[in-house]
């Protein structure tokens, strides 16, 4: 299952807060139709039936199904850049995440 880092966790709260979305609202990934290999993020107000869901506290991430399985060892990270926050994927440490998919 993909796990998020304590940053991903703040990130994905400010960003659905700062856009207003309601409790269960949150990030979803998909893979991309445009770019073979890469992830598209959108947020969303509610999962996709059929998504996987990744509850971190009050931050939500929605991730559809197919793309689950290719996400399922890594971790969702955030980092500050010039055009605000970007997120990352890394290979995760099998002994690093909780129950409850944050990497502390």
């Known amino acids: 299952m993909l796990t998020l880092t304590d940053n991903a966790r703040f990130a994905v709260q400010d ?32 999962p996709v039936d059929g998504d996987e869901v990744i509850d971190a506290g009050s931050a939500h991430v929605y991730v559809e199904p197919a793309t689950s399985e290719i996400l399922a ?14 997120f990352l994927l890394a290979p995760q440490d099998s002994a690093e995440a909780g129950s409850d998919g944050v990497v502390g």
């Open 15 to 46: 960003i659905a807060a700062r856009a207003g979305l309601p409790e269960e609202g949150g990030l979803r990934i998909t893979e991309s139709d445009a770019q073979n290999g890469a992830f598209e993020l959108s947020l969303v107000p509610a």
């Open 73 to 86: 060892d890594q971790k969702l990270d955030a980092v500050p850049s010039p055009e605000g926050t970007g």
